[in-house]
C-alpha cells in the first residue's frame, strides 16, 4: 500500500484493551449534557488541582465567563499578582533573612559569655576581635593590614584610609607612573573585601 492512498488516512487499528470513544470519556459535567467530555476546566481559586469534565461546547462556554479573582477585591488581587512574580514565596530584603537574624543572636550571646554583666561596655579588647565586639575574620585582619589599619579601626576609618590610598596611589597623581599599580589594586581588593564583609 503507497503512503499517499486515500485508504490509508481511514484505517484504524483498534489496540487491544482500548474502550471506544465515548466510553473513555466520562459524562459532560454540563446539567443535562450527554456528551463525552473530552476537556477538562480548573474549578478556580481554593480547589487547585481539581478540575470539571466538559464537552467542547461547554468548555468554550465555560472559558468565556471563568474568572480566577472574582471574589477578590481590587487591593488583594494586585497584591496576588505581585505575590505571583515571586512564585508565592516569602522575600528579605538584602542582609535581612532569618540566618542574618540567627546570627546576631549568636553575637549577643557570644558578648553575654565573655561580659556576663557588661561590666566592660561589651567593647572589652580580646585578640582578634573587634571593639563592637564583633569577631574578626583573618582575611578581614589581612584586609586592614593592606590598608595600614589596625584590628580597632572602625567602618569610617577604613573608608577615609582607603580614599587617601587611592588619591596617593592612582597613576594619574603620579605622572602617569604605574610604579604603584601593584600596590593600587591590592588596596582596591582589600576595601572591596572588607565592604562585601559587612566591615563597612
Known amino acids: 500500500m503507497k503512503l499517499d492512498s486515500k485508504y490509508f488516512d481511514k484505517i484504524r487499528v483498534k489496540k487491544p484493551?482500548?474502550?471506544p470513544v465515548a466510553e473513555s470519556n466520562p459524562q459532560c459535567d454540563w446539567p443535562d449534557c450527554p456528551r463525552p467530555a473530552r476537556h477538562k476546566a480548573p474549578m478556580g481559586r481554593g480547589h487547585e488541582g481539581k478540575f470539571y469534565n466538559y464537552c467542547t461546547a461547554h468548555v468554550q462556554e465555560?472559558?468565556?465567563t471563568y474568572n480566577y479573582f472574582a471574589g477578590m477585591k481590587d487591593d488583594e488581587m494586585a497584591d496576588f499578582q505581585k505575590d505571583s512574580r515571586l512564585g508565592h514565596r516569602p522575600t528579605w530584603k538584602l542582609g535581612q533573612?532569618?540566618?542574618?537574624?540567627?546570627?546576631?543572636?549568636?553575637?549577643?550571646?557570644?558578648?553575654?559569655?565573655?561580659?556576663?554583666?557588661?561590666?566592660?561596655?561589651?567593647?572589652e579588647k580580646q585578640p582578634g576581635r573587634h571593639p563592637t565586639g564583633r569577631a574578626l575574620r583573618g582575611t578581614e585582619l589581612k584586609a586592614l593590614q593592606t590598608l595600614g589599619l589596625d584590628d580597632t579601626a572602625t567602618g569610617e576609618q577604613v573608608k577615609t584610609q582607603y580614599k587617601t590610598l587611592v588619591k596617593r596611589l592612582h597613576p594619574d597623581a603620579n605622572g602617569g607612573s604605574r610604579a604603584n599599580e601593584d600596590t593600587l589594586k591590592s588596596v582596591i581588593q582589600a576595601y572591596d573585601h572588607l565592604r562585601?564583609?559587612?566591615f563597612c
Not at 540567627?102 to 561590666?119: C, E, H, N, T
Open 17 to 19: 484493551g482500548e474502550k
Open 62 to 64: 465555560y472559558n468565556k
Open 196 to 198: 562585601s564583609s559587612g
Open 97 to 123: 533573612n532569618a540566618t542574618a537574624t540567627a546570627s546576631s543572636v549568636r553575637r549577643k550571646a557570644q558578648q553575654m559569655r565573655s561580659d556576663p554583666f557588661g561590666l566592660n561596655g561589651g567593647a
